[in-house]
């Protein structure tokens, strides 16, 4: 099998390395949620739960039957100030047809005041919430989770997001999903279920996996749409330009990011996608995944970066102990990135790389399956591996 070995290109945020001889997309979701991160789920449904709302209300699956609804899991310990409340009380203004939850594992006490500074209605806000978080995967907070009025987690998004650009995002959900099943806007939201007297809770129903189990599902789904829709990711790089200050990246509430760049490097990146083609979806390649995780999870426990394993394995090497690639063979390893459009920023971006090889892995159309681990890293918190190749056969 021929290969023709590609220079390695290093960076301490983000390493990229290639070898040269039925895909996860989000494009059923509006732009706008596109643009903001939201990421497509499939095969999620939400379980059963049961929640007190701080009116003492219950919010449970008869307060949702029919309607699109919006999840916002949220915790003071991440937004003191209830900036993700005041979004929600500013989306109700804007579509009062609008079912608009915020779960939050914190006690009442806590949270009331927060609550009532933001303006937000008790009654669509319940504290101790953890079954009812868990009915829609477990995810941290913040997280937004969009579920269909069938029931089915549709689309979610971890992390903060813009306020500005989060009502028209979840504006263009709402009314995607009201289209879709035939339904003009609703004005009114359904009454709240009176509190049972028991006050029990409904088991969580096994078919809601983890939303933390699906980030190398979030990071496909994200690479798919920068691969197959080029322009509308330049619009995503035009947004995260906003936060660059001269060589420091500074997003409200996160911690600040030391660039190599700054803009001239998003420049280059947004340049370059305006004139990108589409390129082909990603598959999943369960065995490109297995190889992934082993060099994830081997540096996460070593806090080594690159692409050599402590145990001398190549890249290569890793993808055969599971079977045999086809045609073409990369690897993309970022560092440090907190949600899936956070990594593919990072990698399209190539900040500091001269020869912005993670951005061609990214966009190499020879590149038909991938595989993906996120895990923790002693350094940099984060590393997310990425196998790329034209093809593999498992063993």
Known sequence: MAMQKRALAAAAMVIALSLAPGAASGQGLPDAALRLGFAKATGKRIGAFSASSLAGTTLDGNSIAGEPALFHVWSALTDPTGEALALIAALRRAAPGALIIALSPDKAQRIEGI?????????????????????????PP?????????????????????????LVAIEALFEAYRL???????????PASVKPESGSIDPVSPSAPPIA????????????????????????LREYRKFIRGNY??????????????????????????????????????????AASDHARDQGKTGQTGHTGSDRSTMSQ???RYGSWIKTLGENIAYGAETARDVVIQLIVDDGVASRGHRTNVFNPAFLVVGVSFGKHPKYRTICVQDFAGGFEPR
């Open 318 to 320: 890793r993808a055969e």
């Open 213 to 236: 189990q699906s980030m190398e599902e979030a990071i496909i789904q994200e690479l798919n749409l920068a691969r197959t829709r080029p322009s509308l990711y330049a619009d995503v």
């Open 115 to 139: 609550v009532a500074r933001a303006g937000l209605d008790a009654s669509l806000v319940a504290a101790e919430a953890r079954t009812a978080i868990l009915a829609l995967g477990g995810p």
């Open 180 to 190: 879709s099943v035939g339904k003009e806007p609703s004005r009114e939201r359904p």
């Open 249 to 290: 990246l500074e997003r409200p509430g996160e911690t600040t990011v030391v660039l190599n760049e700054g803009v001239k490097a998003v420049d280059e990146a947004i340049a370059y996608l305006e004139r990108q083609e589409p390129v082909p979806p990603l598959a999943l390649s369960p065995g490109l995944s297995k």
């Open 142 to 166: 913040p997280s937004w989770i969009f579920v269909s009025p069938a029931g089915e987690i549709a689309a979610y998004r971890l992390g903060r997001i813009d306020p500005d650009a989060g």
